[in-house]
């Protein structure tokens, strides 16, 4: 059973710093993509950041620049390094992680796109809100 647990959010300033944190337990299925998405409210799921087990590394445009996905593999820790925040980065933020075993390649690409996130990821975590005043 897959686990991801996000940490981090909070209430910045506009032009402040903040790192998320995203903890997965229970994955065993080899290649994986692990992508960052976010949902404000009214508002459909979308993409962020991604990255894969190749280390191939997608960001969305309205944060290239600003955001910075990593991650830990001794720790089985992905990271969102957030940076020169703005009022719309404003949402509630998700870790998803899916097994890429017999799945299309560029499958991490593909899914930071995609306007049916849930349809590629089966894997959540509960979200971390992050609120950014002007």
């Known amino acids: 059973h897959v686990q991801l647990v996000e940490s981090g959010g909070g209430s910045v300033q506009a032009g402040r710093s903040l790192r998320l944190s995203c903890v997965a337990s229970g994955y065993t299925s080899g290649a994986y993509c692990m992508s960052w998405f976010r949902q404000a409210p009214g508002k459909g799921r979308e993409g962020v950041a991604s990255?894969?087990?190749?280390?191939?590394?997608t960001y969305a445009d309205s944060v290239k620049g600003r955001f910075t996905i990593s991650r830990d593999n001794a720790k089985n820790t992905l990271y969102l390094e957030m940076n020169s925040l703005k009022p719309e980065d404003s949402a509630m933020y998700y870790c998803a992680l899916q097994s890429v075993f017999g799945r299309p390649g560029r499958y991490c690409v593909t899914a930071l796109t995609t306007t049916a996130a849930e349809s590629f990821f089966e894997n959540w975590g509960q979200g971390t809100q992050i609120t950014v005043s002007p």
């Open positions: 990255i894969d087990s190749a280390g191939l590394i």
